[in-house]
T-cell receptor, first 113, second 114 residues
Framework: DQQVKQNSPSLSVQEGRISILNCDYT??????FLWYKKYPAEGPTFLIS???IKDKNEDGRFTVFLNKSAKHLSLHIVPSQPGDSAVYFC????????????WGAGTKLIIKP | NAGVMQNPRHLVRRRGQEARLRCSPV?????VYWYRQLPEEGLKFMVY????????ESGMPKERFSAEFPKEGPSILRIQQVVRGDSAAYFC????????????FGDGTRLSIL
């Protein structure tokens, strides 16, 4: 039972354009969401997070949007840069076990020069 | 580098042997988490420890797997009598506090079972 789903295994975007990565979840108990970035042979690196009391959080080139009614969140990267090429993971946690991150399978982002 | 340190980076074991994976958290972090990642999948939570205590081991198989985080020294994930299905990347993360504190990850140990 996959509670966090990233339905696009990969995404290719032109350098300088916007990258939009999507994530859906099924558990309405989730109240905190995070995006991590992962390069090959390295551990995930925290990018940005959002609490369920918000619908948007912005940090530099990265913005996360949360649509609670649709149980959907997205990560926008603009402008996309070659160094953004990596696998992006969406993760979620619940109020009653908020240390336990539930992860999606990841989306591989490829930025074309 | 004050990040999470995991060693070894790669570990090869034969079926039936024991595997010991070590994790030194970020200095000052007292909360440690272990995750397992199979190919083409996301990370799966295994266990959450604070110094000398296991807080939640609900994601860890009941048999053959154990974890500890002693007062002194690194956290250890121990797998006894390894089987082929244990082949995976094992990631350790640490945080300053519990809850929604961002978890900082090490680069993982890639375990291969022959």
């Amino acid at each position: 039972d996959q509670q966090v789903k990233q339905n696009s295994p990969s995404l290719s975007v032109q350098e300088g354009r916007i990258s939009i990565l999507n994530c859906d979840y099924t558990n309405s108990m989730f109240d905190y969401f995070l995006w991590y970035k992962k390069y090959p042979a390295e551990g995930p690196t925290f990018l940005i997070s959002i609490s369920s009391i918000k619908d948007k959080n912005e940090d530099g080139r990265f913005t996360v949007f949360l649509n609670k009614s649709a149980k959907h969140l997205s990560l926008h990267i603009v402008p996309s840069q070659p160094g953004d090429s990596a696998v992006y993971f969406c993760a979620a946690s619940r109020m009653d076990s908020n240390y336990q991150l539930i992860w999606g399978a990841g989306t591989k982002l490829i930025i074309k020069p | 580098n004050a990040g999470v340190m995991q060693n070894p980076r790669h570990l090869v074991r034969r079926r039936g042997q024991e595997a010991r994976l070590r994790c030194s958290p970020v200095k000052g972090h007292s909360h440690v988490y272990w995750y397992r990642q199979l190919p083409e999948e996301g990370l799966k939570f295994m266990v959450y420890l604070q110094k000398e205590n296991i807080i939640d081991e609900s994601g860890m198989p009941k048999e053959r797997f154990s974890a500890e985080f002693p007062k002194e020294g690194p956290s250890i994930l121990r797998i006894q009598q390894v089987v082929r299905g244990d082949s995976a990347a094992y990631f350790c993360a640490s945080s300053q506090g519990g809850g929604n504190q961002p978890q900082h990850f090490g680069d993982g140990t890639r375990l291969s079972i022959l």
